[in-house]
Nanobody, 117 residues
Framework: QVQLVESGGGLEQPGGSLRLSCAASGIIFSRNTMAWYRQAPGKQRILVARITTADITNYADSVKGRFTISRDNAKNTVYLQMNSLKPEDSAVYYC???????????WGQGTQVTVSS
């Protein structure tokens, strides 16, 4: 059974930091591109950051220089370090995996991030 379990969300003040984690099971983690998406109320789900199996990363323009995605293949976990948080970063953040050979995508259940004073 495939599971992507996010954690680390919560309420943070503007300018603060949060670190999201996504623990994967039931997949060969090292053979999956991992990503974080977010969805704000009434808006489409958008890509925030992606990391390939070769540790190549890309980011949405809105988070470049503030967010960092990383992965630990030994722990089957992907992280999103979020610094200098802004109210517009508030959203449900979803972990995503995509098999590099199969192309099969999977999603976590999401974790809420709220940035507010």
């Amino acid at each position: 059974q495939v599971q992507l379990v996010e954690s680390g969300g919560g309420l943070e003040q503007p300018g603060g930091s949060l670190r999201l984690s996504c623990a994967a099971s039931g997949i060969i983690f090292s053979r999956n591109t991992m990503a974080w998406y977010r969805q704000a109320p009434g808006k489409q789900r958008i890509l925030v950051a992606r990391i390939t199996t070769a540790d190549i990363t890309n980011y949405a323009d809105s988070v470049k220089g503030r967010f960092t995605i990383s992965r630990d293949n030994a722990k089957n976990t992907v992280y999103l370090q979020m610094n200098s948080l802004k109210p517009e970063d508030s959203a449900v953040y979803y972990c995503n995996s995509r098999g590099i050979q199969s192309g099969v995508e999977r999603w976590g259940q999401g974790t809420q991030v709220t940035v507010s004073s």
